[in-house]
């Protein structure tokens, strides 16, 4: 059973800093992993998707890579802003399923 | 954009009422699933649907029902609610199923979400 593992669980950062989400998991038989933001009491919303056949996905201050092999990726935020705050989550698809981590709870102070 | 509507964002019930949580999507997607979220448990999936009148059951599918009678719309039901399904519920949609190899098409696209609350 695949299970998706993030660390840290909450980070706390000066605005301008930047910094590194972790997601590691434990079936590399995958084929994509996503990249979601959740404000609080809101849904998800997709940040980047990296299909298995790619290392990285870019978009604006984020960049996402994908090392199948070992089971992990990491969320890249360069020049991090107050905006930034909310929880990262990332999720595998293995099989027919996707499986989520439980986030990272980001704050980035002023 | 694509847009997946919940109806209702806060509901308070109580034990033992028939709770149905709505779902409409706009994008023509196949498929739409239901995932619990729960502090320390992440997000479960409940029950998910790849086309009309069809439906799979999730990790957690005890407690819930689901109905796809359109193809836009995909509807959770408790029959008889509990305390323990006091939560956040969210819908989800896609165009592609989860493993089908298809750039970009099987992102998620999730509603906001409904707290239900159960006393």
């Known amino acids: 059973k695949q299970e998706v593992t993030q660390i840290p669980a909450a980070l706390s950062v000066p605005e301008g800093e930047n910094l590194v989400l972790n997601c590691s998991f434990t079936d590399s038989a995958i084929y994509n992993l996503q990249w979601f933001r959740q404000d609080p009491g809101k849904g998800l919303t997709s940040l980047l998707l990296?299909?298995?056949?790619?290392r990285e996905q870019t978009s604006g201050r984020l960049n996402a890579s994908l090392d199948k092999s070992s089971g992990r990726s990491t969320l890249y935020i360069a020049a991090s802003q107050p905006g930034d705050s909310a929880t990262y989550l990332c999720?595998?698809?293995?099989?027919?399923?996707?499986?989520f981590g439980e986030g990272t709870q980001l704050t980035v102070n002023p | 954009d694509v847009k997946v509507t919940q109806s209702s964002r806060y509901l308070v019930k109580r034990t033992g009422e028939k709770v149905f949580l709505e779902c409409v999507q706009d994008?023509?997607?196949?498929?739409m699933f239901w995932y619990r979220q729960d502090p320390g448990l992440g997000l479960r999936l409940i029950y998910f649907s790849y086309d009309v009148k069809m439906k799979e059951k999730g990790d957690i599918p005890e407690g819930y029902s689901v109905s796809r009678e359109k193809k836009e719309r995909f509807s959770l039901i408790l029959e008889s609610a509990s305390t323990n399904q006091t939560s956040m519920y969210l819908c989800a949609s896609s165009h592609h199923q989860p493993g089908q190899p298809s750039s970009g098409a099987n992102v998620l696209t999730f509603g906001a979400g409904s707290r239900l609350t159960v006393l």
């Open positions: 994008m023509d997607h196949e498929n």
């Open positions: 990296i299909q298995s056949s790619q």
């Open positions: 999720a595998v698809t293995s099989g027919s399923r996707l499986t």
